[in-house]
């Protein structure tokens, strides 16, 4: 990994995560930010000495925490204004999601981009009592930031020199975010285009 990389996640990087992680979470924007390679990235830089463990799982978990909760309360205070921002396809998919799992949607859905952005939403939206959204909110954020940032952080530390790649990895996180939602819009409209025909 390059030095001026190194820097800057010694020095802005905690900031820098928690933002992504927040913003990710919490806003109905953060769709296209790459939360899992993020998650992966920090944990192959804690294995290689580039951050602090401790302080990173704790950034990543309150940035999540806070973000969900942000949803939330956009959701239920704002939610039919805000429901005209958010894709139709988004909001199905996710609505399909909640059904299958009911509550258990705030423990799985982190770990299912675009649905983790929008189920704090849905439940601001439907009202759940916000004590049992606390709760499980609580644990799908530690589920979610501390597990896979410490499975990423084992599997760096077994590979050595792992953190040399952390520019592909970011890569291949943010592409398959991109990729697949391309894919889907193409299909989309050439299925729209083959109904007019």
């Not at 982190?110 to 704090?120: E, M, T």
């Not at 940032?149 to 792992?162: A, D, E, F, R, W």
């Not at 894919?183 to 007019?196: E, I, P, V, Y």
Request: charged content about 15%; proline content about 5%; some cysteine.
């Amino acid at each position: 990994m390059d030095s001026a990389l190194g820097n800057w996640v010694q020095t802005l990087g905690y900031i820098g995560i928690f933002a992504v992680v927040f913003a990710e979470t919490g806003l109905l924007v953060g769709f296209a930010l790459p939360g899992d390679s993020l998650l992966i990235t920090v944990g192959i830089l804690v294995a290689a000495g580039k951050l602090q463990l401790g302080p990173a799982l704790i950034v990543l978990f309150i940035g999540s925490f806070m973000g969900n909760n942000l949803g939330y309360w956009l959701g239920r205070l704002l939610g039919p204004s805000l429901k005209r921002r958010v894709k139709d396809e988004h909001m199905e998919r996710t609505r399909v999601f909640m059904l299958r799992f009911g509550p258990l949607s705030l423990l799985v859905g982190p770990f299912i981009p675009v649905v983790r952005a929008l189920v704090p939403f849905i439940c601001g939206t439907l009202r759940m009592p916000y004590w049992r959204f606390f709760l499980l909110t609580l644990l799908g954020s530690l589920v979610w930031t501390v597990g896979l940032t410490l499975l990423s952080y084992y599997v760096g530390s077994k590979i050595p020199n792992l953190e040399k790649y952390v520019y592909l990895i970011l890569l291949v996180g943010i592409l398959s975010g991109i990729v697949p939602a391309a894919l889907r819009f193409f299909w989309g409209r050439k299925a729209s285009n083959a109904k007019r025909i």
